[in-house]
């Protein structure tokens, strides 16, 4: 009565067509890339806070951070084990994860993000170029 069967059949293909570009590319995703630790981030075998909290959440604290020193003028830190360090990406971050090419860029580049970090910090490398 009213074409069931080329409504289903335009259904089936509009799904199709829609999923394609997912079954297309099922399996050729690259693998999700492994920042390289420097020597003194694999000596100290601690972040300010857990590796998972750092992967995750990074940039969150880093907003906070930043927030919290230009606005408040508070540069201490006080991880979630009471620990406490110096709220500085140039002296605290950056003195572990010298390279910031292997450490940052690695992972920012594989999600296509770019973080307006260095819009104000310098990267040391670079400087030192």
């Known amino acids: 009565m009213y074409d069931s069967g080329k409504v289903i059949a335009g259904l089936?293909?509009?799904v199709v067509l829609l999923t394609?570009?997912?079954w297309y590319n099922l399996g050729k995703a690259a693998p999700a890339p492994e920042p390289k630790l420097s020597e003194k981030a694999k000596a100290a075998k601690e972040c300010v806070e857990s590796k998972a909290y750092m992967?995750?959440?990074h940039m969150q604290l880093l907003n906070e951070w930043r927030d919290t020193v230009v606005r408040n003028a508070q540069r201490i830190y006080v991880n979630s084990s009471g620990k406490k360090y110096e709220?500085?990406?140039s002296n605290t971050c950056l003195d572990c994860h010298t390279d910031k090419a292997e450490f940052c860029d690695k992972c920012h580049n594989y999600a296509a993000v770019t973080p307006y970090c260095w819009d104000c910090h310098?990267?040391?490398k670079k400087?030192?170029?």
Do not use: R
């Open 122 to 124: 310098v990267d040391p």
């Open 87 to 89: 709220m500085s990406l």
């Open 20 to 22: 394609f570009p997912f």
């Open 127 to 129: 400087e030192a170029m």
């Open 12 to 14: 089936v293909i509009l």
């Open 55 to 57: 992967t995750a959440g």
